[in-house]
């Protein structure tokens, strides 16, 4: 029996304060007309990103009883979405669950939530991104930006990276499982300073085609705009978009996010206004950006 609303199990932490997993994705994906069913891994104060001093429980345990609890009930979910791992015992009992609910599942998505700007977060090791290889390749789609494609890969970091070597490194990720990759944040060499632009790049091996979203680069840092951006690519997949609109409908929707945010002053670290921004959600989106790669 189909779901009458369609159903996301969202595995992910819960910040208390500032915009940023599942305080972002509940709110999208029910704009979206979506249900989350949350798993909480963490429950935090507040984000990792700029907070000093921050508690962190980790809800290791109580996610084997919340998804003992779901089993028993036999519950079905369209979708599977994995972000923010508090620790390595927590990467199995995520497989574990991708084993268990993910023959039901549309599909399922894992964002290997391990780093950015070429570091690693704070909460996270080596011990995580070896974890990390090894889950993406019970998914079908996945989302690192940049710098996680790198640590997955045991790749240098290096900004200054040709189209032709990103194309390869998707490839690779894809020989490790997942049938969709797509990476945020990467850099455009090809834009000029005055004009400078990030993309998006994406393959799909069942079609053997890579897709590519540019948009304009804008000097600010927001936290848990990954989170929104793969929220609104999971939405839009699940409404019947192509895997081209929903990358581009998901740059512009953070995009809009961050041009909204970025006039107004407070600290970047709250995140960006998502408030202000969720009724774009409801508009129709015109595609004009995306592009097939040779």
């Known amino acids: 029996m189909e779901n009458l609303v369609k159903k996301v199990a969202a595995i992910h932490d819960l910040s208390g304060y500032g915009r940023a997993s599942l305080t972002t994705i509940i709110p999208i994906l029910s704009n979206m007309k979506f249900q989350v069913c949350p798993v909480p891994t963490a429950i935090l104060s507040t984000h990792t990103g700029g907070y000093e001093g921050y508690s962190f429980i980790d809800l290791t345990d109580y996610m084997q009883e919340h998804i003992a609890h779901w089993k028993k009930l036999n519950l079905r979910f369209d979708c599977i979405y994995s972000g923010f791992l508090g620790s390595a015992k927590q990467i199995e009992i995520v497989a574990d669950f991708i084993d268990y609910f993910g023959k039901k599942a549309k599909f399922t998505v894992v964002d290997p939530v391990i780093g950015d700007n070429g570091k690693l977060y704070s909460t996270m090791n080596n011990e995580m991104v070896i974890g990390m290889r090894k889950l993406i390749g019970k998914s079908d789609i996945i989302t690192p930006n940049f710098t996680e494609m790198m640590y997955l890969l045991g790749k240098e970091y290096n900004e200054n990276i040709k189209i032709e070597d990103v194309k390869k490194y998707l490839r690779e990720l894809s020989d490790m499982g997942p049938r969709i990759v797509v990476v945020t944040s990467v850099p455009d060499i090809q834009s000029t300073d005055l004009d400078k632009k990030t993309s998006v790049v994406a393959y799909d091996r069942e079609n053997d085609v890579f897709w590519k979203v540019s948009c304009k680069y804008i000097p600010a840092s927001y936290p848990g705009t990954g989170d929104a951006y793969t929220s609104v690519l999971i939405g839009s997949l699940l409404q019947g978009d192509s895997l081209p609109m929903g990358i581009e409908r998901g740059v512009q929707f953070?995009?809009?996010?961050?041009?909204?945010?970025?006039?107004?002053?407070?600290?970047?670290?709250?995140?960006?206004?998502?408030?202000?921004?969720?009724?774009?959600?409801?508009?129709?989106?015109?595609?004009?950006n995306y592009e097939m790669l040779k």
């Open 254 to 288: 953070i995009t809009q996010c961050i041009m909204a945010s970025y006039g107004f002053k407070y600290p970047d670290k709250e995140g960006v206004l998502l408030e202000k921004m969720l009724d774009v959600l409801r508009v129709p989106m015109i595609a004009t």
